[in-house]
C-alpha cells in the first residue's frame, strides 16, 4: 500500500509499504478515506523527536471496515467508522475511568497510545491506504453509511474533541468568557468549543491573519498578540477583570510577544496574567518531557519557568493533558449529524494522498492559507 513515510526532517515521502495484517482477533482493517495533518505531526516532521526515519505519519483516521477479526462483535465489514487518535484497550484502570488518552494496556512503560506518532506505540499510522485497529470494538466509532459529513467526521479522531476537552479542562460554562491562545485548527475547535458550550464571550490570540480572520468569523473575538500584550489587550475589553476562564491551546512551540523567537512558557504566563483572579485554565496545548529543539537548557528538558507564584496568588486552578476523546466523540458526532456543529470550517485543503510532501512543506511554513489539511487516500471519495 502507498504511505507517508518520514524520512528526516523536513522530509516527508510517499512509499510503497507492507499492507498492515489483523494481529489478533479483536483487529480490524479499515480502508482509509480521509486521514488530517495534525500540528503535532509537525513536531515529528521538524526533526524535534526521536522519530525514525521509516515510521508512517498519521493519528487522524476515518474510513471503512474492509477485514474484521473473529473476536470482533459490533463491527461488520462496510461500516464507515472514525478512530480516536488514542489507542486504548478499554479494560485497564485508566479506560474504565474514562482516561483513553493515558491506556495502560497498549504501550508498556508508557501511559497512552497513538497511532503513527513516536513513542506511542507500535501502531502504524493511517496517512495510508490501509490501517490495523486494535481493539477494535472499543476504539471504531461507528457513522452513518455513505460520504456526508465526511470532512466533519474526520475531525472527530482528534482536533474537535482536544478543543471541546480545553474547554472541559477549564469548565467553561454559558456566560462566560474565554481567552483562547492560539488559532491553529486545535485552538479553532477550542474557541468553537466555547461557543457551542454558551459562552458569552469568546477571545482568540494568534498573530496569523488567515487564523484571526477564521476566529472572527465563528464569532470570536480576534486579538494579534504582535500588536501588544494580549493580556492587556483582553482586560480593556473585559473592564480590567479578565476572563473567566482561559485555554492554551499552542503548547511548547509558543512564540514571544513580538514573534522573534520561541519561548515556551509565554502562553502560560500570560493565561495566569489573563484570567482572573479564581478562574481556571485548560491546557490540552502540547507540552513534552524533553525537546531537543528548545530554545534553552531548561526548554530542552521540558523544564519551564511559569510563574506558578502568581497563579497561586490569584487562587486559579489548571487542567493539563491529552485529550481523552472518547468521552466527547459520540456526542460531538450527534452534534454535526444534527447540524448543531460543522467544524469543517476549519480545513483549508483536501488532497490526493499523494500530495502530502508538499503539504506538510507549507502547512509548517504557514502559507497559501494551509490551516488544516485532510487526505484522501486512493481518491475514495472521488470515485
Known sequence: MKAVVYEKPFSVTIRDVDDPQIQHPNDVLVRVTSTAICGSDLHMYEGRTAAEAGIVFGHENLGIVEQAGAGVTSLSEGDR???????????CKNCLAGKTGFCLTVNPGFAGGAYGYVAMGPYKGGQAELLRVPFADF??????????FE????????????????????????????AVFGAGPVGLMAAYSALLRGAA????VDRVPERLAKAEQIGAIPIDFTKGDPAEQIKEQTRGEGTDKGVDAVGYQAQAHDASHEEPAVVLNSLVETVRPTGMLGVPGLYVP?????????????????????????????GTGQCNVKQYNRQLRDLIIAGRAKPSFVVSHELPLEDAPGAYEKFDQRIEGYTKVVLHPGHALAA
Open 201 to 204: 464571550k469568546v477571545f482568540s
Open 139 to 148: 476504539n471504531c466509532l461507528k457513522l452513518p453509511p455513505g460520504n456526508e
Open 290 to 318: 524533553s525537546d531537543p529543539g528548545g530554545p534553552d537548557e531548561h526548554a530542552k528538558h521540558g523544564q519551564l519557568l511559569v510563574s506558578i507564584g502568581r497563579m497561586f496568588e490569584k487562587g486559579q486552578q489548571m
Open 151 to 178: 470532512t466533519d467526521f474526520v475531525l472527530l479522531a482528534d482536533i474537535f474533541p482536544t478543543g471541546y476537552h480545553g474547554c472541559e479542562l477549564a469548565r467553561v460554562s454559558p456566560g462566560e468568557s474565554v
Open 81 to 91: 467508522v472514525v478512530m480516536p487518535f488514542n489507542v486504548a484497550c478499554g479494560f
